[in-house]
């Protein structure tokens, strides 16, 4: 008498058991793994480095030599131990054998009283501290980002790009090597196409999102152990939208990488069907980088799905950008990934058991 047959699992548990593969093939992956921690140490040290060079007035700053006859002339110089000398002769041998990056002496003819004395260039810094300037007030504090607007363009720009590029190409590769080992038909024998596709995507927004919110945790933690508390306080914001947008930024392209890389056969052709995902990706990067001062170009592009969640989470953390056009931004970004999704279904269940020529888009879609 022959057993009776198991149910078949639900489809939810499928999406599950599928995902499950996909995240458990990942973490047996060293080089998954080995670019992971390389990744996380990267971004630590980063916040760390700038924490400290910013509190560290003398980072950067240039070793000076006074003679004995300028030591009442030269200002106070921030962050800058003067090393004394006896006279300009000792001065100038210490800036010829490079012990030191200039000299001060006294000089009767010179309009401050002293002259600096330089081997071949001479640091801005050094003039500027040199220099005598105004007092300076702020009437927009709040907009006053500077350099910290362009790294945290960088910081977001970097994070999509990696993260959306790793696991796309991921998820291209595995739907074409079940493909070409036929693994695929015997996974369609137990569960549906759509589930398979789910389960994929699943698996990798759930590993993509682990290592935003390492990310983000990493640049807490390092931001409070280098007393940055108020640029901690100015990214909360942007860092907690930035992982809602990235979420479903992510599943709009994993959705479009599994999809594209269904209608090749083999891993050579991958390239000529992400291609234009994978520029979907760059382009947001490359903008952002260029554009983040631009508030025109960068309003746009908090509106447009595939560069949403790079420029709005920058246009908070500059203050460029009100509640509500988060909101809205975040809606766009929804609609347009249900509709990736179904149409990514729909190619993926139309090409993913046709092998050997490229499928055209036309066929893919057809129902």
């Given amino acids: 008498m022959s057993a009776p047959a198991l149910p078949a699992p639900s489809a939810a548990r499928s999406v599950w058991l599928v995902a499950e593969r996909e995240i458990g093939s990942k973490l047996r992956s060293k080089a998954f793994v080995i670019s992971t921690v390389i990744l996380l140490v990267m971004a630590l040290a980063a916040v760390v480095w700038g924490g400290f060079s910013a509190s560290d007035e003398s980072f950067g700053a240039p070793s000076v030599a006074v003679a004995s006859d300028a030591q009442d002339l030269v200002p106070e110089l921030p962050g800058v131990t003067p090393e004394p000398v006896a006279d300009r002769a000792a001065a100038e041998d210490l800036v010829r054998d490079g012990e030191v990056d200039a000299a001060i002496v006294a000089d009767p003819a010179s309009p401050t009283g002293f002259t600096v004395i330089v081997d071949s260039d001479v640091s801005s810094q050094l003039l500027v501290y040199l220099s005598e300037t105004p007092t300076v007030e702020t009437l927009s504090p709040g907009d006053a980002t500077g350099f910290l607007g362009y790294i945290a363009a960088i910081g977001f720009g970097v994070v999509f790009l990696f993260a959306a590029s790793t696991f796309g190409g991921t998820i291209a590769q595995s739907v074409v090597e079940e493909k070409q080992t036929r693994v695929v038909e015997v996974l369609l024998s137990a569960i549906p196409t759509r589930t398979l596709l789910a389960g994929k995507v699943v698996g990798n927004t759930i590993l993509a999102m682990a290592q935003i919110l390492l990310l983000a945790a990493i640049a807490v933690v390092g931001l409070t152990v280098t007393g940055q508390t108020e640029l901690l306080q100015g990214l909360g914001t942007p860092i907690a939208w930035f992982a809602v947008f990235f979420l479903f930024g992510f599943i709009l392209l994993a959705s479009l990488f599994a999809a ?99 499928v055209k888009l036309a066929e893919a879609l057809a129902r």
């Fill in 260 to 358: 594209a890389a269904a209608m090749v056969s083999r891993q050579e052709d991958i390239g000529s069907t992400t291609m234009p995902l994978t520029m979907l990706v760059v382009a947001p990067y490359l903008l952002v980088i260029v554009f983040w001062n631009n508030p025109l170009v960068l309003g746009i592009m908090s509106y447009v799905p595939f560069s949403a969640p790079v420029a709005m989470p920058l246009r908070l953390f500059l203050g460029d950008a009100q509640w509500w056009e988060a909101v809205l931004s975040l809606a766009i970004l929804v609609a347009t990934c249900v509709a990736a999704i179904l149409i990514g279904a729909r190619i993926y269940e139309n090409s993913l058991l046709r092998m050997g020529a490229r």
